[in-house]
């Protein structure tokens, strides 16, 4: 894929968005769909990585752009990544005394909530592309309930699935 292309795609999916994962369906629908660089299995590796480690949410646009292009989609992702943030200090300095406008509030809080769906329809598809066996469905089903019906933090969580993957790995050489 063209670099220029790609950065203008993860730079559109990063300023659309409005929470770290809420880039997500905009990059499914361009990368895997549309432009058919990245398969479901191959995004779902690369969120997975950008959320293993510590830091922001969003982070893993990082991991998207090396999964595309190497490490000058790397650096794409992180510029595309970080520039929200900064444009979003500029723009509170000029049009912060606005944001607690009734009409301003609602639509924030719209577009939230349409990107929450968004995000909902294409976790539930990768979701689906991923759980390719009953142990992957298993270990997914177990981890939900536990991070909706306990106060268990989402690390722990995360290395019980890591340390049943390794086990299993270990066991099957799978």
């Not at 660089?37 to 090396?66: E, F, H, K, S, W």
């Not at 469905?137 to 939900?144: D, E, P, S």
């Amino acid at each position: 894929m063209n670099l220029a292309l790609l950065f203008f795609l993860l730079m559109k999916a990063s300023f659309t968005s409005f929470s770290g994962l809420g880039s997500l369906p905009i990059l499914h629908a361009d990368l895997v769909e549309h432009y058919h660089v990245l398969t479901d299995a191959q995004l779902n590796t690369a969120v997975t990585a950008g959320r293993g480690g510590p830091g922001p949410i969003g982070i893993y646009i990082v991991c998207v752009g090396y999964q595309v292009a190497g490490l000058p989609g790397a650096v794409e992702g992180f510029i595309a990544c970080v520039s929200p943030a900064f444009l979003i200090v500029v723009l509170l300095k000029r049009l912060g005394h606005i944001a607690d406008r009734p009409a301003v509030r609602g639509a924030i809080q719209s577009v939230v909530i349409a990107a929450a769906g968004m995000l909902a329809a294409v976790a539930l598809g990768l979701a689906r592309s991923g759980a390719h066996d009953a142990f992957t469905l298993i270990v997914a089903i177990a981890a939900f309930a536990a991070l909706s019906l306990t106060k268990i933090e989402s690390a722990w969580v995360m290395l019980a699935a890591a340390l049943l993957g390794l086990a299993r790995a270990l066991l099957t050489g799978v």
